[in-house]
């Protein structure tokens, strides 16, 4: 078994959390598998001109090397933070000109904007932090921004979401090289899930989705989240709304974003979702309470959008000790992204 190598870029304001998760599951990997002489994975971190680097929230990162010194990479991994939008003009094209020929380039939160800038997304689908999304895809169109996945993989370039979801994807890596029992193994010892599908969402429905301008389609987003199981289709909705079938179908989908048929898929979805996790409810009853009418009809929703059957994803992300509380939000870093 040979040696991989993974570079980790540092620069000022990168995000500490971006560095070390990751970091740790790759160095983690050595408990499980390779030998002391060949260990699965060397890490190594470096900057330009190798100098020490202030990461966010002011902890002193020293690197390993000068980045314009180092040897290709098996791996190369660019963090993200609020140092992005003062990004070195000479590590964008240090990225521009050594990246393109590396068998792996993977980026964290929106460590995105400096493949972007760098022109190694163009024409790929791609992610980052669900805050940060529109933007990357107004400043660069011809990435294909896809704001829903933790994590999306375009050939040799992988992309992530928030911080958390880098080691999502580093623990997908592992398990590409290594397989599903090493992964399993620094999932258990790292407390973390193994794995989330990299299409589960990262954020809310109510939360991805545009807030409609006008008060009588508020309401009906609204009343919609608040009963799922009710009848949603394109007529009821309307006839809530006071609107023709056709005029609220355009306006909706103008202002919201998706079309209302959509809309009620990820919402029932959502729901669905949250009941596996937070209550005790059988399948059946948690498919009549979303609206699905039979638990196939939930399945194969599940099946289309996570990859992932109701029964599985309950297993995996069902935490016992926290069923039937209050679902609560996750709070979600702020993140500006300037340029």
């Known amino acids: 078994m040979s040696t991989r190598s993974v570079l980790v870029v540092l620069f000022d304001g990168v995000q500490p959390l971006d560095v070390a998760g990751p970091l740790d599951v790759f160095s983690v990997a050595a408990r499980f598998a390779g030998t002391e002489e060949a260990p699965p994975y060397v890490v190594r971190t470096a900057s330009l001109g190798g100098g020490a680097v202030r990461s966010a929230g002011g902890l002193r990162l020293v690197p390993d090397f000068d980045l314009t010194g180092v040897e290709d990479p098996d791996l190369l991994l660019v963090p993200g933070g609020p140092g992005v939008e003062h990004a070195d003009a000479?590590?964008?094209?240090?990225?521009?000109?050594?990246?393109?020929?590396?068998?792996?380039?993977?980026?964290?939160?929106?460590?995105?904007?400096?493949?972007?800038?760098?022109?190694?997304?163009?024409?790929?689908?791609?992610?980052?932090?669900?805050?940060?999304?529109?933007?990357?895809?107004?400043?660069?169109?011809?990435?294909?921004?896809?704001?829903?996945?933790?994590?999306?993989?375009?050939?040799?370039?992988?992309?992530?979401?928030?911080?958390?979801?880098?080691?999502?994807?580093?623990?997908?890596?592992?398990?590409?090289?290594?397989?599903?029992?090493?992964?399993?193994?620094?999932?258990?010892?790292?407390?973390?899930?193994?794995?989330?599908?990299?299409?589960?969402?990262?954020?809310?429905?109510?939360?991805?989705?545009?807030?409609?301008?006008?008060?009588?389609?508020?309401?009906?987003?609204?009343?919609?989240?608040?009963?799922?199981?009710?009848?949603?289709?394109?007529p009821a909705m309307a006839q809530r709304a006071g609107l023709s079938t056709r005029q609220f179908a355009r306006a909706f989908t103008e202002q919201v974003g998706v079309t209302p048929g959509r809309y009620v898929d990820l919402l029932r979805l959502e729901a669905a979702q949250r009941m596996l996790t937070d209550t005790r409810d059988g399948v059946i009853r948690i498919a009549r309470r979303c609206g699905y009418g039979t638990p196939e009809a939930m399945r194969r929703a599940f099946l289309r959008e996570l990859d992932i059957s109701p029964t599985e994803y309950r297993r995996v992300f069902a935490n016992s000790s926290s069923v039937g509380s209050d679902p609560r939000q996750p709070r979600v870093p702020r993140i500006s992204v300037r340029r």
């Open 90 to 234: 000479g590590l964008v094209t240090w990225l521009r000109e050594r990246a393109p020929g590396l068998k792996r380039v993977v980026s964290v939160c929106t460590g995105a904007f400096l493949l972007a800038e760098a022109g190694l997304l163009d024409g790929r689908r791609a992610t980052t932090h669900w805050e940060a999304c529109a933007y990357l895809a107004g400043m660069y169109p011809r990435v294909r921004v896809d704001s829903t996945p933790i994590f999306v993989r375009d050939g040799p370039i992988a992309t992530s979401a928030g911080v958390t979801a880098g080691v999502d994807l580093a623990i997908a890596l592992v398990e590409e090289d290594f397989g599903r029992a090493v992964a399993h193994e620094i999932a258990r010892l790292l407390v973390v899930f193994m794995r989330r599908p990299g299409n589960q969402a990262q954020f809310s429905v109510q939360l991805s989705a545009q807030v409609a301008r006008s008060d009588p389609l508020r309401e009906v987003q609204d009343w919609a989240a608040a009963n799922p199981a009710a009848d949603l289709s394109v």
